[in-house]
């Protein structure tokens, strides 16, 4: 199991926000790429880089973001936050992402067959979840399915065996520091087939101790946003922790 720093972008500043509300967010950075240079620095394997304006519908971060992927080139960096259409994955993956991360879009059959067709295991599919169901729309609105139906509906229309992961987030408990939901995610491992990352709720390296030690379910990472900048969690605390799964 990786661990991979979170680097979330609003305003062109690097923030985080609590439960996925937009109206409590804590400023870590006037300056995103700096911060993603320092994980960088710091050995981070992989970086989780989200558009958060783009997720609430705002105009993109895209010049911020290119800038984050060229500081930290060759670092791979998954990119996610508003790409609802095949333009906008484009252009992120033109910026040198290595992957993308979708939403809800995905369950629209024509949108997946043509960004796996495009794309391929370099799309990544969120899985944003608030009270058992599935959150739309920047987190602001619920689904009818549970996380779980909504990744087997996804194997249904052929998904499974054509993107690269699950990244699924109990919003609940994002920016919380209250534990990641554990069991749920290991029960979307299970029943999904496709590999997970997971997200929300890390506040200690025993987190990410208590994931990885379920690691073989099909836990691939993990991806660690506010504690790693309070300091809470060290970077290389955490690597440790993952690595012994």
């Avoid at 910026?95 to 043509?114: K, Y």
């Amino acid at each position: 199991m990786i661990v991979i720093p979170a680097v979330d972008v609003k305003d062109g500043r690097c923030v985080r926000l609590r439960e996925g509300r937009a109206d409590a967010e804590t400023v870590f950075s006037e300056d995103p790429v700096a911060m993603a240079t320092q994980w960088a620095a710091r050995g981070a394997q992989r970086l989780h880089v989200v558009d958060l304006d783009g997720a609430f519908g705002k105009a993109r971060q895209t010049a911020v973001i290119a800038k984050i992927i060229a500081a930290v080139a060759p670092l791979p960096v998954e990119v996610g936050g508003g790409l609802r259409d095949v333009g906008a994955i484009e252009s992120v993956l033109e910026a040198g992402a290595h992957w993308v991360v979708v939403g809800t879009r995905a369950l629209e059959r024509p949108f997946l067959d043509d960004i796996s067709r495009r794309f391929g295991r370099r799309v990544i599919v969120a899985v944003d979840s608030r009270d058992g169901k599935v959150a739309l729309k920047g987190w602001v609105d619920l689904s009818a399915l549970t996380p779980i139906e909504f990744a087997l509906a996804l194997r249904e229309q052929g998904g499974a065996s054509r993107i690269g992961a699950l990244l699924y987030t109990d919003v609940s408990r994002d920016g919380t520091g209250r534990g990641p939901n554990v069991e749920d995610t290991v029960a979307l491992a299970k029943a999904s087939g496709i590999p997970i990352l997971a997200s929300g709720g890390v506040g200690s390296v025993a987190d990410v101790a208590a994931l990885a030690a379920v690691a073989d379910a099909g836990i691939e990472g993990v991806v660690i946003g506010r504690a790693l900048y309070t300091g809470a969690v060290s970077l290389a605390e955490a690597m440790r922790a993952a690595r012994r799964a």
